[in-house]
């Protein structure tokens, strides 16, 4: 972690907060993504039904699936944070490699590796389109003027 930065909470806090955040961001797309694909897949009379129902079957699943994925990430973001002590893009490229791996780890050593490589790869384009759009969006930092000198030579 860098040594100037003391705003941030510790990371028990930004886990929980990262695992409360992702699972209502994935609740509320997921209610409504199944809303509307509920209510397209209704009969005409049912719709509304139909959205409800798809709504309270489906979207709690996906928040979960979501605050799993936020929670994993935070948790390894952390202890990669902790073990190498700085805080750059490096860190969250790590979480993502193996926060894939842990996910798919079930489908076996191939599946595990796959998963690994893909969520690094999307976190390493994530970080690099984060650092471009800062640089892009930077401020241009403005050029100290040194006082101008008289033209007149000094006399001696």
């Given at each position: 972690m860098?040594h100037?930065d003391?705003?941030?909470d510790p990371?028990?806090?930004?886990i929980?907060?990262d695992?409360g955040g992702?699972?209502?961001?994935?609740?509320i797309?997921?209610?409504?993504?199944?809303g509307?694909?509920g209510?397209?897949?209704?009969?005409?009379?049912?719709r509304?039904?139909?959205?409800?129902?798809?709504?309270?079957?489906?979207?709690p699943?996906?928040?979960?699936?979501?605050?799993?994925?936020?929670g994993l990430?935070?948790?390894y973001?952390?202890a990669?944070k902790?073990?190498r002590q700085?805080e750059?893009?490096?860190?969250?490229i790590?979480?993502?490699?193996?926060?894939g791996?842990?996910?798919?780890f079930r489908?076996?050593?191939?599946a595990?590796l796959?998963?690994?490589?893909g969520?690094?790869?999307?976190?390493?384009v994530?970080?690099g389109?984060?650092?471009?759009m800062?640089?892009?969006?930077?401020?241009?930092?403005?050029?100290?003027?040194?006082?101008?000198?008289?033209?007149?030579p000094?006399?001696?």
């Amino acid at each position: 972690m860098s040594h100037g930065d003391h705003t941030r909470d510790p990371c028990p806090w930004v886990i929980l907060n990262d695992f409360g955040g992702a699972f209502s961001m994935g609740a509320i797309g997921g209610g409504i993504w199944h809303g509307i694909k509920g209510a397209r897949n209704s009969p005409k009379g049912e719709r509304l039904a139909g959205s409800l129902s798809a709504i309270k079957a489906r979207a709690p699943v996906l928040g979960g699936n979501f605050g799993i994925w936020g929670g994993l990430f935070a948790s390894y973001d952390c202890a990669v944070k902790g073990y190498r002590q700085k805080e750059d893009p490096w860190n969250a490229i790590i979480a993502g490699f193996c926060v894939g791996g842990t996910l798919a780890f079930r489908g076996g050593p191939k599946a595990a590796l796959g998963g690994a490589i893909g969520c690094g790869i999307l976190l390493g384009v994530f970080e690099g389109v984060g650092v471009l759009m800062s640089r892009a969006f930077a401020q241009p930092v403005p050029a100290m003027q040194l006082p101008e000198q008289s033209a007149q030579p000094a006399l001696a």
